[in-house]
């Protein structure tokens, strides 16, 4: 696939139909002309181990641990944006624009890389040693059932739980039972002291990618320039859903300078005044 080509349409089988697997899978298939014939070729990958411990450790950490997401699916989303596993493409108007990678876009060494880098992010967040985030997910291999973790987004199959899948999320961790002294206690203050460290490098890290796209030197043309900073707009509200007036800062203030009504300079001042 060529730097700025589309991906493959990501679907979702139900009763009779398919349905785009996210809202940016639908925007796509509205460029469509309605009634039009396609041909279609099902392809269902199945989850590699580093896969099954992305979502272990993060379905683990949202579930007991204080964090800023509401789910798996929101704190991966808005952890490949803050480690930049992205994907750049183009829009059928011309527009270029960026948006989180599937897990299975990566390769084995990729993929190892981003678990170990997110590894890092959930200690952060949450405070809990690394060791028990790897203790948690270190015997999922090849050989064990897709069921270990249920299905989402980035898994190829995207189908209801099976009953075994279900009787997989109430039983043991994966990993087998955590001991009481796996995770210690910790007061309050602390996890919250993290969550924030988290969340302002997650600040830091939009605020340098809106400026990036508002002076983006390979995007010539203003127009472009403004679309890409809009969907950054739509992408960090997942990222952030605590400081949504800050990215609502980051998009209107990049989006002068794409206007030429601020230098960039003094642009990256104001928003710095406001982490």
Known sequence: MGKHEFP???????????????????????TYRRGTEVRVTFTEEKDRPMVRKWWAILGRAVKECKTPWQNKEQ??????L????????KTVGGDFMAYPKSLTELDDPELTEAVERMIDVIYHVTGVDVSVWRKHVENIRDDEPSEVVAPSSDVGSEAAPSPGQ????????VGGPVEADDIEAREEPDASSASDLVTRNLMIEC??????????ASV?????RRANVEFAKNAWKEALPARLDFVKSCFETADKVVKGE???DAA???LESML
């Open 82 to 89: 803050a480690l930049g596993i992205v994907n750049l493409s």
């Open 262 to 264: 601020l230098q960039a």
């Open 75 to 80: 704190a991966s989303e808005a952890i490949k």
């Open 8 to 30: 493959p349409l990501r679907m979702v089988i139900e009763p009779g139909k398919l349905v785009p697997a996210t809202a940016f899978d639908a925007e796509r298939l509205d």
């Open 220 to 224: 010539p043309d203003a127009k472009q």
């Open 207 to 216: 605020l340098d990618k809106f400026m990036a796209l508002a002076v983006d």
């Open 166 to 173: 279900v009787a997989a999320d109430q039983s043991e961790p």
């Open 268 to 270: 990256r001042r104001y």
